[in-house]
């Protein structure tokens, strides 16, 4: 268990629709990175965030954004969904960005 | 750009049968590399860091190494639950961490 928990576990909605992943980090992990992995790609990194604020934008699409709130948790928020999104969504936390990262279990995201 | 190639794709082997996977790296201030393991469905799972050439790290059958210019992750006597893919990712200061691709890794009884 590597301290990082994701929520939901599994989510299937349909194309055109919106979704919420939640994403705790560590305790005392200040940073939080949200990555992409599909089937045939490898992890693909979206965003990620320092204490609250952005700090590195990956390959994330406009129909993407993310937040992190006071208390360190973060959202990553994906609207108008396409088929092309169906993939598990990592949440990732380190206490600085030279640190190892530590991933949770992830978000497999279904859309039909 | 940073890029990050590990070899083989795929890689089979006996239970016992020892080995190594390759991570080759371009990459312009190399602050940290790191191996990962993960299982299908899982999260990747960090096993190590290593910062400078000449390093070395061991765990359980497991052994990195690092050069200025590639990462070998050794494998002594593996067994079936070592079966996963091994993921790569250098860090480079600024930029976020840049992963390989994996090598999935078979050991068959």
């Known amino acids: 268990d590597s301290g990082v928990t994701q929520t939901p576990k599994h989510l299937i909605t349909a194309t055109g629709q919106r979704v919420t992943l939640r994403c705790s980090p560590r305790?005392?992990?200040?940073?939080v990175y949200w990555y992409q992995q599909s089937l045939d790609q490898g992890l693909q990194f979206l965003i990620q965030?320092?204490?609250?604020?952005?700090?590195a934008k990956g390959n994330i699409l406009e129909r993407f954004s993310a937040q992190q709130f006071p208390d360190l948790h973060s959202e990553l928020n994906l609207s108008s969904l396409e088929l092309g999104d169906s993939a598990l969504y990592f949440c990732?936390?380190?206490?600085?960005?030279?640190?190892?990262?530590?991933f949770g279990p992830g978000t497999r995201l279904t859309v039909l | 750009e940073d890029q990050v190639t590990q070899s083989p794709e795929a890689l089979r082997l006996q239970e016992g049968e020892s080995s190594s996977l390759n991570c080759s790296y371009t990459?312009?201030?190399?602050?940290?590399l790191f191996w990962y393991r993960q299982d299908p469905g899982k999260g990747p799972e960090f096993l190590f860091t290593?910062?400078?050439a000449g390093e070395e790290k061991e765990k359980e059958r497991l052994k990195a190494t690092l050069t200025k210019k590639e990462s070998f992750l050794h494998i002594t006597a593996p067994k079936p639950e070592d079966s996963a893919t091994y993921l790569c990712?250098?860090?480079?200061?600024?930029?976020?961490?840049?992963f390989g691709k994996g090598t999935r890794l078979s050991v068959i009884a």
């Open positions: 290593l910062y400078s």
């Open positions: 965030y320092y204490n609250g604020e952005e700090r």
């Open positions: 990732a936390s380190s206490a600085r960005g030279e640190y190892e990262q530590f």
């Open positions: 990459v312009s201030g190399l602050r940290g």
């Open positions: 990712a250098v860090f480079a200061g600024n930029t976020p961490l840049v």
């Open positions: 305790s005392g992990d200040l940073s």
